[in-house]
């Protein structure tokens, strides 16, 4: 900080297991990355390649080894690792994200069907050699999956090796843990916070709304992510009391 102010809450050094920030590109440039980086690295912890986006997206290679020299952990979206599922393409997918030298790997079944032991066993697996992050939820509006089975899928795919479960929301945060308005599921939310542990989520939360209730009511250091790259500063200020919906929120 330029200035230490007093009752500011502490948050964990990098590399850090909780109060993750996961940052969603979309096709940034090469220079664009590099600007992120250093108007905000510090506070980024994973970068995720939006949708497919990894498949066109040019000087890759590049743009992946800015991230890893500046501590970020970067894969690609699930939606490119269902892409290559959806063909039957899983031992092109693990060669394609081993071949970008990537950590990482995104596991989700969002948009396409997947039995639920099909997703448990790429989890199984892809685990052996990259730290996973699985999303549960859908992005298809009108899907529906009960609180118990949200739970449940949660807590089987950390059983079966993922280190983070994502909680759905999509990059319009209307959809999954939130309702058409934006405004949290509450009652999916306390179901979900009840069974599993806080450090083991990360929620989508692309709205400011969004991410000032997981901070008021998880702290500075719940896991958010799907945040926009030109959002990393606010959030962090909105974490720490620097922002006018937190300011109070830390004094004595």
Not at 209 to 226: C, D, E, M, P, R
């Amino acid at each position: 900080m330029n200035f230490k102010l007093p009752q500011i809450p502490a948050r964990p050094e990098k590399s850090r297991e909780y109060g993750l920030t996961m940052v969603m590109d979309k096709g940034l440039s090469l220079q664009e990355t590099a600007n992120m980086i250093d108007a905000g690295g510090e506070y980024i912890d994973l970068v995720k390649l939006g949708f497919g986006t990894s498949l066109i997206t040019k000087n890759l290679k590049e743009k992946i080894k800015l991230y890893q020299e500046a501590n970020i952990r970067v894969y690609v979206g699930g939606t490119c690792f269902e892409a290559f599922i959806v063909r039957n393409m899983f031992d092109e997918y693990r060669k394609y994200i081993s071949e970008l030298g990537l950590d990482t790997a995104e596991v989700s079944d969002g948009t396409m069907e997947m039995h639920h032991e099909d997703k448990l066993r790429y989890i199984e697996t892809l685990s052996k050699d990259f730290r996973i992050l699985s999303e549960v939820g859908s992005k298809i509006e009108g899907r529906e999956i009960t609180n118990a089975q949200w739970v449940d899928m949660m807590d089987k795919e950390l059983k079966a090796g993922a280190w983070k479960v994502i909680a759905e929301a999509r990059e319009s945060g209307n959809i999954g843990i939130y309702q058409k308005d934006g405004k949290v599921n509450l009652p999916l939310i306390e179901d979900i916070k009840n069974s599993i542990k806080l450090e083991s989520i990360l929620w989508e939360a692309p709205q400011k709304s969004q991410q000032t209730w997981f901070i008021k009511n998880f702290g500075a250091n719940v896991n958010l992510g799907n945040i926009a790259t030109n959002e990393i500063i606010p959030l962090e200020s909105l974490r720490i009391g620097l922002r006018g919906d937190t300011l109070l929120q830390y004094l004595k």
